[in-house]
């Protein structure tokens, strides 16, 4: 589990633990990863907490490499580790944009290319990739976010179809989240010096935040929904709010026809 020390990651580490599993959490936030350990812990769960940065595939390498040592095998991979930044397309730096693709779309590339293979050696295993509900919508001010969040499901159809083209019994299922209550709306806080400075305007990271706090769903709430539809009913897209799927619909409409899909709809809807 990738991005676990805290919000939707944690909630399913919580999820898969109450349904048995032993988990493997995973995050750069060593501090969050240990409060996140403890607090699985104290409910009971069998727990081990490796500190991995996703964007880096010896890190990611590594941590499959402990979590086989460890349990002998892996039946579910979350690759759900995300950052966002905020800022008009040709206003965000380089390294905002790199920051954003080295988590979001690295971040999942590095889990498939460590795990996958030894899920095909098991026979069995299920891939289940967070991406979110802006991977199928476009909004202003969030072009790598969304850009990137694009790519992670086109990245989870791609290796599903790699893998039905190969036979294989492993599983896939990609993530389109609406708002998570969580930590999102401060990312930029873990964002290593290797990317350097990120221009915070406080008022729209408060922004962020509130909204996330009044509309984001509770994650752990959100992570049940999630496991059910994934693990038990085998959906490979799922959405946690319901009308997520007309904003698709009214996308590929828009485009089919040759225009530009309206933001109209979701002038309320804060995509993180
Ligand atoms: N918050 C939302 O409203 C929302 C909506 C749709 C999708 N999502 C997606 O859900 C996923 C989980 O986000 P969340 O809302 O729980 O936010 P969060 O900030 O609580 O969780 C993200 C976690 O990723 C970790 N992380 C960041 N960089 C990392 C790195 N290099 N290596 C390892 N871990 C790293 C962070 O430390 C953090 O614990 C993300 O992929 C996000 O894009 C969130």
Known sequence: MTGAAGGLGLGLAAGLSDRGARVVIADIDTEALGEAESQLRAAGAEVLAVPTDVTKSDSVAALADRAF???GRVDVVCLNAGVSVRGRSWELTVEDWRWVYDVNVFGVV????????RLLEQGAGHVLIT???SSVTTLPSVAAYISSKHAVLSLAET??????AAGSQVGVSAVLPGAIRSRMADAFR????????????PEVVDRSKAFLAQHGMDPRVMADGILQQALDDHVFCIFTDSGDSAMLE???EALSAGRLASVDMLVNKEVK
Do not use: I, M, W
């Not at 590095?110 to 293979?117: E, I």
């Not at 873990?190 to 305007?201: F, H, L, M």
């Open 69 to 71: 040592e460890r349990f």
């Open 250 to 252: 009214a996308r590929t």
């Open 110 to 117: 590095h889990g498939v290319r460590s795990f996958v293979p």
């Open 190 to 201: 873990r964002r290593p010096a290797e990317y350097g400075a990120y221009r915070v305007d």
């Open 131 to 133: 991406a979110s509900n």
């Open 159 to 164: 290796l599903r179809q790699d893998l039905l």
